[in-house]
């Protein structure tokens, strides 16, 4: 079946450092979605690129969408504390079901 | 405050014993949607609804039932749960099925 996978699972980073995470889908997805979420709670929505090739800039955050509609990537400049969570992407496929990447933890170290 | 309940938040439970989690979105959102999640493997996707009386499988829909009789409720039912069903457990909901989800706050379910 479907499958979206993100690498790295874990990434520990002395603040001040980057960060990136990937994310790969086995299938092409009609957009894609990043959460975030933090210890103990749930996700919560960051942002969405619907065109292949998309780029978008929240602050110190960069999303990437890739051409072909299957990768994406998140990378963060300079981390603070406050970019502690686990960051998942997701996305519909061209039927009716959502899918969630396996995540990325990040630890930062003051 | 917009918002998506759910109840209850915790519970501990025994194999066999039918349970019910409900779910409660004050938003009039058509889509709503159950995940569960276990360490290493994300959020997967085990029942959906597209609108009052459609629901569909997700990803990992055995052991589970749904209904979805009205606009803002969307139960998850476990008949008989197992042992392999204790997760975290989030219900969804977004506008329209590709728009952004809000999820509840999570449900923590042991089964023993």
């Known amino acids: 079946g479907q499958q979206v996978m993100q690498i790295p699972q874990y990434q520990h980073v002395q603040e001040g450092e980057d960060f990136t995470t990937y994310c790969n889908s086995s299938?092409?997805?009609?957009?894609i979605q990043w959460y975030k979420q933090r210890p103990g709670g749930h996700p919560v929505f960051l942002i969405q690129?619907?065109?292949?090739?998309e780029v978008k800039k929240q602050k110190r955050l960069t999303f990437q969408f890739g051409e072909a509609k299957k990768n994406s990537s998140l990378h963060i400049t300079a981390t603070q504390t406050t970019d502690v969570g686990t960051y998942f992407c997701?996305?519909?496929?061209?039927?009716?079901?959502?899918?969630f990447g396996t995540g990325t933890s990040l630890t930062v170290i003051p | 405050e917009a918002q998506v309940t759910q109840n209850p938040r915790y519970l501990i439970t025994v194999t066999g014993k039918k349970l019910t989690v409900t779910c409660s979105q004050n938003?009039?959102?058509?889509?709503m949607s159950w995940y569960r999640q276990d360490p290493g493997l994300g959020l997967r996707q085990i029942y959906y609804?597209?609108?009052?009386?459609?629901?569909d499988k997700g990803d990992v829909p055995e052991g589970y039932k749904v209904s979805r009789k009205e606009k803002r409720n969307f139960p998850l039912i476990l008949e008989s749960p197992s042992p392999n069903q204790t997760s975290l457990y989030f219900c969804?909901?977004?506008?329209?099925?590709?728009?952004?989800?809000?999820f509840g706050p999570g449900t923590r379910l042991t089964v023993l």
């Open positions: 969804a909901s977004s506008l329209f099925f590709r728009d952004e989800q809000f």
């Open positions: 299938t092409t997805l009609s957009n």
């Open positions: 690129l619907v065109k292949s090739g």
């Open positions: 997701a996305g519909p496929d061209t039927g009716n079901q959502f899918y």
């Open positions: 938003m009039n959102h058509e889509y």
């Open positions: 609804s597209m609108n009052v009386e459609v629901t």
